[in-house]
């Protein structure tokens, strides 16, 4: 295969496609990525690439097309993902202006694209079906991604190479660390459960109880495996979400975290009112500041991704907390 290139290859998704294709032994991978917070530097040490570029000298060259390799496909993870970010004309650049010329690059040369979109383009919408009368973004950053995906449905009748996009879910797993307060849950559970001896949910409100809002929670080791199942099939261009299909509550999440936890200490796993009463499992007010911007409901429609090819199972929540706990269990996190 020729040179691969992977854009947030530091990031939490990018950082675990590399690591799967080096799993494939593919190592020419030129990683692309913003390296001015450090913290992102150890989800690389691990990966084996054959270049690096920042984010800024990589689009310079591709603005004023001085980027002259054999590329097989730019696999575009890198964006900023902070939805409570409100500076309109950086995320606006980052995420849209970057992934518009990016494209525009690769059709030029005939690349494949493949890109990271979001769940967020539907706001607070009840229909997560890949159609614009159901979207919505209710923030800067959802309204980045969709903006960039009315792009590229204007350009995939007539494109020159692949151009799929996803628009993942609820993303949880490995090498998230460095996102901070937008880490998953199932990673801010786990950290407040060996710290504190219990989590914190949300309160209820409107239909839903404690804990219960739900999300389509998905497992980066399928996300991982979506992008590679497009970068094996070229023929196949479109926008697709990427979540499980099956909607679970935070309270699933919380339970499956504890669980997991309590399975490597060799004890036996609790029910959710088990786990309340015990006090384990308390929850707070609701914040103000998400009021209006929360989404509370969120279920991938995904017959446009399996009508695509792709037939995989999805883990469910149990199934991925469990091995993504685990997995941070194994590094020795929380244990004395």
């Excluded at 980052?94 to 494209?103: A, K, Q, V």
């Excluded at 099956?246 to 699933?252: I, K, L, P, R, V």
Aim: include cysteine; proline fraction near 4%.
């Amino acid at each position: 295969m020729t040179t691969l290139i992977v854009t947030g290859a530091a990031g939490f998704v990018g950082a675990n496609l590399v690591r799967a294709l080096n799993d494939r032994g593919v190592k020419d991978i030129i990683a692309v990525d913003n390296l001015t917070r450090a913290d992102k530097v150890p989800n690389l040490v691990d990966l084996e690439i054959a270049d690096y570029y920042d984010k800024q000298d990589f689009i310079g060259r591709i603005r004023h097309s001085v980027f002259a390799r054999d590329i097989g496909a730019v696999l575009h993870q890198g964006a900023c993902s902070d939805t409570m970010e409100q500076d309109g004309n950086y995320m606006m650049e980052n995420n849209y202006r970057y992934s518009l010329d990016l494209l525009a690059w690769c059709q030029e040369h005939g690349v494949p694209f493949i890109y990271a979109s979001s769940a967020s383009v539907y706001g607070g919408g009840r229909v997560f079906k890949e159609s614009r009368e159901h979207e919505a973004p209710l923030n800067v950053y959802g309204y980045s991604k969709f903006l960039f995906d009315q792009a590229v449905r204007r350009q995939l009748e007539g494109r020159s190479a692949q151009i799929a996009g996803f628009r993942y879910f609820n993303v949880y797993g490995p090498r998230e660390s460095h996102k901070g307060r937008m880490a998953s849950v199932a990673y801010h559970f786990f950290n407040q459960y060996l710290k504190e001896g219990k989590v914190r949910l949300f309160e209820g409100g409107g239909e839903y109880g404690p804990g219960e809002q739900i999300r389509d929670f998905v497992s980066v080791e399928d996300v991982v495996r979506v992008n590679l199942f497009f970068l094996d099939h070229p023929g196949v261009s479109g926008i697709f979400n990427v979540g499980t299909g099956q909607a679970q509550s935070f309270n699933d999440v919380a339970v499956a975290t504890v669980n997991a936890v309590r399975k490597a200490r060799g004890e036996a796993p609790l029910t959710l009112d088990a786990l309340r009463k015990a006090g384990t499992i308390e929850y707070i007010p609701f914040p103000p500041a998400l009021v209006g911007k929360y989404q509370s409901y969120t279920q991938a429609d995904v017959s446009a991704l399996r009508s695509a090819g792709y037939a995989e199972p999805f883990l469910s929540v149990d199934e991925g907390v469990g091995r993504y706990v685990a997995a941070r269990w194994e590094r020795g996190e929380g244990r004395p």
